[in-house]
């Protein structure tokens, strides 16, 4: 891997944080970053993250530019790290410009609709799979990104039938090598699963804070705070991420429905033995989830 | 307050974690345990939370205990530290075994219920008005108690009508000493409060554990564990609190049940400015909530 050059498109929370991880996994590499924002640029390579940035993803590929051995990249390696609703647009600069053979992933939170996209679209010289690292924040922007967010993390990457052997193999092999635990699913599979632990959450934490009042957010203690912290995710992420997991999101949200309802009408009807087996049931799935990943971990 | 003897009655999480921070306030003090279980005792001694400790609240009175100088306690302070269901019977117990003017309060998280069965009950020799430290945790048990628990916490006060002046004043002034922040308010206000930032939470958590299948559980990053986290809060303390403060929470499940729908319904319809200012709203009063605390702590 080391004879490779690794253009990272989108310096925020997570681009940020991939490009300190790849330069501690992987000193000697090249590593490109792409933003809009040219302070984002600025301050990445203040950082130290990149050896270059630019402003267009064609550029990356223009300069051709040699490793730190003096070496020209025999390998390109492209991050897509944007929200997923830009995600589709990128890839298509990408493989534009980029030379045959270029293996390209994204890190987007939903996989369904980019690999539906991805199937469709014929591209000239790239290889896509997407993947999904598992390891997000309710924090977002570059100044909160730090090499260890990846740590022990498990990634989802997500082959389809037109995916390249030999692309999910590189792709998977990077993830690895990061430190994280790839697990290959189909984007289907993956958006059901993240609908469920990710997106039904987030979506539950933000109508809690609708439903409190203002006058009594000062007295939430720690748990009040832990239920609802998802809910401080950015909604220029999050609102494309729901829209493209609608199916799935919608399913789970009425599977939720029906269990609170059936807390309801047990308090409603002062059915105390129910209420307790509903919050006993509740207690010992949440109790076996922080076990099993202990044990996987 | 050295002149004085404690009697914790319930030595749990709560119950032990009072005694350990009221032995580190107030050396000098005699203080009190009293379970049903011999083995809480034996610990709760063997810690050097309490001098002595009993089965049975009316022996703590009868022994009648010198404090640490040799001196008859001049005036007796009760703790109640039991589930909300059992919490009217031990006082009952008490007021029939303690010296006349004894203060007593209790730590449930609900006070309506409490204060007007105080209120219909004529006690014979004690001063009941109900506390509520705002300080809990989804553990429990005495293995998990601990003398910083209360540290800068919220702990509500509620007087009512026939609520003795004198008894309010030292019931504040013990928490204070604590080193808490007492807030007065009434056992009405004080549900309403409680219905909102921990039992609708609490319930929306729970919920939450249903709708989610249990095979996808191992994925639940730090997100889906946070949000979760209060559902495993035990039942055999829950229960009876959800229920006695069963109006004010149907009416915050309904709230809360409304705004899902609003989000439902804008995902359902691919309204996506719908749903990004549903999201930033309520991100915004979660941030907020944080800003707020700090504030004031």
Do not use: Q
């Given at each position: 891997v080391t004879h490779s050059a690794f253009v990272i498109v989108g310096l925020g929370f997570i681009g940020g944080s991939l490009a300190a991880r790849i330069r501690r996994h992987f000193p000697r590499v090249r590593l490109i970053g792409i933003s809009r924002d040219r302070r984002k640029i600025s301050a990445a390579k203040r950082r130290k993250w990149i050896d270059a940035g630019f402003t267009h993803p064609g550029k990356a590929f223009h300069q051709n530019p040699l490793d730190?051995?003096?070496?020209?990249?025999?390998r390109w390696f492209v991050l897509i790290c944007t929200p997923v609703d830009v995600t589709p647009k990128l890839i298509s600069e990408v493989d534009r410009y980029a030379p045959s053979g270029t293996v390209v992933t994204d890190v987007g939170s939903t996989k369904q609709s980019i690999a539906r996209w991805a199937s469709r679209k014929r591209f000239r010289r790239i290889q896509f799979v997407g993947s999904h690292p598992l390891a997000g924040s309710h924090l977002s922007g570059a100044?909160?990104?730090?090499?260890?967010?990846?740590?022990g993390a498990y990634v989802f990457v997500t082959p389809t039938q037109v995916s390249k052997p030999e692309a999910v193999r590189r792709i998977s092999s990077f993830w690895r090598k990061l430190g994280t635990r790839v697990l290959l699913l189909t984007p289907e599979k993956h958006d059901e699963i993240v609908s469920q632990i990710s997106h039904l959450p987030h979506a539950v934490a933000s109508a809690l804070m609708h439903a409190v009042s203002s006058k009594m957010l000062?007295?939430?203690a720690s748990g009040f705070l832990d239920t609802t912290r998802v809910a401080q995710g950015d909604p220029r992420l999050w609102t494309p991420i729901f829209l493209s997991n609608r199916g799935h999101l919608l399913k789970d949200l009425g599977r939720f429905e029906s269990a609170l309802q059936y807390f309801i009408s047990a308090l409603r009807g002062r059915r105390s033995s129910r209420v307790a087996r509903f919050l006993r049931a509740a207690g010992r799935k949440r109790r076996e989830s922080t076990s099993r990943r202990k044990e996987s971990g």
């Open positions: 730190r051995k003096g070496r020209n990249p025999a100044e909160h990104a730090r090499a260890d967010l990846f740590k000062r007295y939430g």
